[in-house]
């Protein structure tokens, strides 16, 4: 086979003509075929965090030892997530499970003192609030005394 067969049998498309690219730059200025650049579609992976008790290579949780229990509590006492403790999920029932425990046997507060956290980082920016004895109204106290 020549050369000539080779280039007048086009089955590599060619490049477009002038009056067609002007035609497809208005279509892209107009908004109609707009693509996006490839940093904005593109989302960097976040590095997954790393569990406390991976670390530690602690295999169960006891309701005993407040100290590691206390890691997963937040300033409220509220149980901190497992995306944002790193715990996988079988870790994060133990934990779980574990601090229910320690507040039932009453080793963990169901709702925390000021500056019980304040060890572990918690710097709470609340002020015991002082509060006004209720005012109860008159027909109320009245009605009371009366029957």
């Known amino acids: 086979m020549s050369e000539e067969t080779i280039t007048s049998n086009s089955s590599i498309p060619q490049q477009p003509e002038a009056s067609q690219t002007s035609a497809a730059a208005t279509d892209q200025e107009s908004g109609m075929m707009q693509e996006l650049p490839p940093e904005i579609r593109i989302r960097p992976r976040r590095r997954k965090k790393v569990s406390y008790l991976t670390?530690?290579?602690?295999?169960?949780?006891?309701?005993?030892?407040?100290?590691?229990?206390?890691?997963?509590?937040?300033?409220?006492?509220?149980?901190?997530p497992a995306r944002q403790s790193g715990n996988t999920a079988h870790q994060q029932r133990m934990v779980t499970r574990a601090i229910k425990r320690a507040r039932e046997m009453a080793l963990l507060p169901f709702v925390p003192k000021d500056g019980m956290f304040e060890r572990f980082g918690f710097k709470s920016n609340r002020t015991p609030r002082d509060r006004a004895p209720r005012q109860y109204s008159k027909d109320t106290s009245s009605q009371e005394t009366q029957s």
């Open 55 to 80: 670390i530690q290579k602690i295999k169960s949780v006891d309701y005993k030892d407040v100290n590691l229990l206390k890691r997963f509590l937040n300033e409220f006492g509220k149980i901190v």
